[in-house]
């Protein structure tokens, strides 16, 4: 096998991993803010490269635009939908919070399915980043490595964002007691409408930088989120940082397991959540609760 | 603050109704025996078959929501890997029909213990995650393994001869033989909720520290419960496979995993009849779609939404709730 | 009600029932505290004091009768905001947050009003805290986070201020750092309502003593009925 195909697979691994990364960001803010696990995330990211598509189909908007924008049209969509329908199950059982966004994620994508059809549309590399480098080693093209890099900078920013600004310094005391928070004259209510919709955004976001790269169709996230799944399962609910690293972690491995099993490929990050159940239960960064 | 909780408890189990409760539950068990064996002459039967095999496999899942508290989001991974089991025991190698149930119903059940033994040691949306994932594996496995020929399925099953003598081909012994396997699961799990192991169970859902601190080993409950709910899904899927001859990549999807959920829920969770009720909804429902050009999964994502945000006691629940409740 | 003469309470309780999921709970409980007034709610564990701070911060959500602040009817509103009306809530757990650092925790809640300290007259009042800025707030010992508790609402600039038991478990000397502060607090002109089991803290500082038993308030005893009602109080109190 040459190096060219093995890097190439790797790449494609630290692209999926910055996707995982993208949205199982997104789902710890949501869980720890709203305490409501969103499985309708992989409906997000869809609605994101979907999004994007129409806006260069319909109204000419290109790739740049379209990065700005979307993810605020999908964060809007998400706050509407936290305002009218999550809003009504944070006093009852958990559960109920996961089956309501199953039922979102159903809509969603049964919508999109009935008007557009399961099949891929294609989305042009916006010329500034055609073309690839030609590193020795290996062709890197030049869009590949940008979404990378774009995906680690929305990370550092959300970090950032939660971190070290006063909006997140109120996010995370909104999360820890959202009561007391409330009594020192914070709208803790608003706060979670805003921080839904920063969760969903940023799955929107993945969805722009993945539509030049896999076909835009409205199925696009609906086995996504279940890896997503997998791989906060492997992390743990944990650390900010550590979701990360596990999400580049588990592409890599991904890309790897295409070079050396194909076959494998699609599974081996569940396989890997299967063994790390077995020797640590709570996960690689995760405490025992 | 107080939360609502998942599971309603069936009045049949109300402390003090008890033998009230006892005579009424044998007057629904004799109206429904009797709606079992008249159904056929007034429904198609073979709708009939679908509706009992989605019906078992609704009580499996609540089996396990109901007396645990764990909600699966993986149990398609146990009704279809039983379906591959059996429809391949009956094609492949010419099983009669009850081994090929039997073999199905083992194969979900080992799948159970694997998957159990991981899971049940966490709780709640992690327990939910964690089933979904593992379903996820199954499925990638049926689409890659030999034997259950990817997208393409098992087809042509034959369904062969109850007993060596009664053609399964006979759309009524079809649907009697279904019948027959339902009741047993059915009544099987209806026992083991009540008894001392179903009991037991209840005390860990309402108060696992406790349980622990009375000396219970847990998580081996958990297991046997999961398990026993596994084997249950499998024992449906298995029937379903044989019954209709077929068994494809959709039997071990995760949407089929949110269809039983939703026949639960729609039925009434933690309720005794509820997962029939809602099976039967489920089932007329998704036939009629098929048909009306509609959206089908996003007319299901809709009365899920519905059904959470206004309808959360099920049909049945909510009859209960109206009529009869102490 | 009030004199006409005596300028509107700041707070005015009437008849405030209230009751959670377990058996805390408020029977037609009525008070007020005049403007500049320190005021304690004194009375035996489990008598329904903290309760009925939770009830006129809004936090406890079963709650019916009528409860003025600032007189603004609240009975109705959210606890952000009754808290933006100018009230300053210092809880009995103190709730200081683990996620975040010191001065996050001294930043966290948003100005309500004109006219709170400054960051910097803060550290000058409680220089312990000015040394362990950086550190998670649960790191520090529990008399520093109640300072941090009670500097984290003089920033706002509320003034009406709710401390619920702040000398609870601490050792006498920060016992008498956190009087000092009060009447610091007191001389600038804020009202507090001070939920307190140590009496002999209480009687130093308050212009005006309610007393409950069972989610009642029993009596009321002014400052300079104290010393002459000793007996009762001490029977009140179980002491």
């Known amino acids: 096998m040459s190096m060219q195909a093995l890097f190439g697979q790797l790449l494609v691994g630290l692209i999926n991993g910055s996707f995982y990364a993208m949205l199982s960001l997104g789902l710890a803010i949501i869980f720890g803010l709203l305490g409501i696990t969103n499985i309708a995330q992989g409906a997000f990211y869809m609605l994101g490269g979907f999004t994007t598509w129409m806006l260069f189909r319909w109204a000419g908007i290109g790739y740049f635009w379209a990065l700005l924008l979307v993810p605020v049209i999908v964060g809007l969509v998400g706050a509407a939908i936290e305002k009218t329908l999550l809003r009504r199950v944070y006093n009852l059982d958990h559960m109920y919070g996961l089956l309501l966004t199953f039922g979102i994620m159903m809509f969603i994508q049964g919508m999109f399915v009935y008007f557009f059809a399961t099949a891929g549309r294609p989305y042009a590399v916006p010329p500034e980043l055609g073309g690839a480098y030609n590193l020795g080693f290996m062709f890197l093209p030049k869009y590949r490595g940008w979404v990378v890099l774009a995906s680690v900078v929305f990370c550092f920013a959300t970090w950032f964002a939660i971190e070290k600004t006063s909006l997140g310094r109120t996010l995370r005391a909104a999360t820890e007691n959202p009561t007391l928070t409330r009594a020192f004259g914070v709208n803790v209510p608003g706060l979670m409408t805003v921080g839904f919709g920063i969760g969903v955004a940023l799955a929107g976001a993945a969805g722009v930088l993945a539509a030049p790269i896999y076909p835009v169709s409205p199925l696009m996230g609906a086995d996504l989120i279940i890896v997503v799944f997998a791989v906060v399962v492997v992390g743990g609910m944990g650390s900010i940082l550590g979701s990360i690293v596990t999400s580049m972690m588990l592409g890599l491995l991904e890309g790897l397991t295409k070079v050396v099993y194909p076959q494998g490929s699609n599974m081996v990050i569940f396989v890997i959540m299967f063994v790390v159940l077995l020797i640590r239960p709570a996960g690689l960064f995760g405490r025992e609760r | 603050m107080s939360q609502e909780t998942l599971q309603a408890t069936s009045p049949v189990t109300a402390p003090g109704l008890k033998s009230a409760g006892r005579d009424l539950t044998l007057v629904w068990y004799g109206l429904g025996i009797a709606a079992l064996l008249a159904a056929p002459f007034f429904f198609y039967p073979i709708f009939l078959v679908k509706v009992l095999c989605f019906a078992l496999f609704a009580c499996a899942f609540n089996l396990l929501l109901g007396s645990c508290g764990l909600l699966s989001f993986g149990h398609a991974a146990f009704f279809g890997a039983a379906g591959y089991v059996a429809g391949h025991a009956a094609k492949e190698w010419g099983l009669p029909f009850e081994a090929a149930l039997v073999c199905g119903t083992a194969a979900a059940a080992a799948v159970g213990l694997l998957f159990g033994y991981v899971s049940v040691r966490r709780q709640g949306l992690q327990f939910a995650m964690i089933t979904l994932a593992l379903a996820q594996l199954v499925y990638f496995l049926a689409l890659q393994l030999p034997f259950t020929h990817a997208e393409d399925g098992l087809s042509a099953i034959p369904r062969g001869k109850v007993l060596g003598t009664f053609d399964l081909d006979n759309i009524f012994v079809l649907y009697y033989a279904t019948a027959v396997v339902f009741l047993i699961g059915f009544v099987a799990m209806h026992r083991m909720t009540n008894s001392t192991f179903g009991q037991l169970l209840k005390a860990i859902r309402d108060n696992e520290p406790r349980a622990i601190s009375l000396g219970y080993e847990v998580h081996r409950y958990k297991l046997m419960a999961f398990v026993l709910s596994a084997t249950m899904a499998g024992l449906a899927g298995s029937t379903k496979a044989i019954a209709f001859k077929i068994v494809a990549l959709t039997d071990v999807h995760w949407s089929t995993s949110g269809s039983v959920i939703l026949m639960t829920l729609l039925g009434g969770l933690g309720t005794l009849f509820g997962p029939v009720v809602g099976a039967a909804v489920v089932v007329s429902m998704e036939d009629y779609l098929a048909d009306s050009g509609l959206p089908i999964n996003a007319v299901i994502g809709a009365i899920f939404i519905l059904c959470i945000l206004l309808f959360r006691r099920g049909i049945v629940g909510e009859i209960q709730h109206r009529f009869g409740k102490r | ?239």
Do not use: C, W
């Open chain 3, 1 to 239: 009600m009030t004199d006409a003469s005596v300028s509107s309470p700041v707070l005015a309780v009437e008849n405030v029932a209230g009751h959670y999921a377990d058996s805390h709970i408020l029977h037609g409980v009525s008070m007020h505290v005049s403007p500049g007034e320190v005021v304690t709610i004194v009375g035996r564990n489990g008598a329904g004091k903290t309760t009925l701070l939770r009830a006129i911060m809004g936090i406890l959500t079963k709650r019916s009768g009528s409860i003025k602040v600032f007189d603004k009817e609240t009975i109705a509103f959210a606890p952000e905001r009754i808290a933006r009306l100018g009230v300053g809530y210092v809880p009995e757990e103190r709730g200081i947050y683990a996620t975040l650092d010191v001065t996050e925790n001294l930043m966290l809640p948003p100005k309500v009003a004109e006219g709170g300290m400054s960051v910097e007259q803060i550290y000058q009042l409680f220089p312990n805290l000015r040394e362990r800025r950086k550190s998670p707030g649960t790191r520090l010992s529990g008399g520093e986070q109640q300072m941090l508790a009670i500097a984290r609402v003089l920033r706002t600039g509320a003034k009406l201020l709710l401390l619920d038991e702040p000398t609870e478990g601490l050792a006498p000397v920060i016992v008498q750092q956190i009087g000092a502060t009060i009447e610091l607090m007191k001389k600038q002109g804020l009202t507090l309502v001070l939920v307190e089991q140590n009496f002999r803290f209480a009687a130093r500082l308050a212009d005006r003593h309610y007393v409950m038993e069972n989610g009642r308030i029993v009596d009321a005893i002014e400052r300079s009925q104290v010393t002459a009602r000793m007996d009762a109080i001490k029977s009140y109190l179980g002491i």
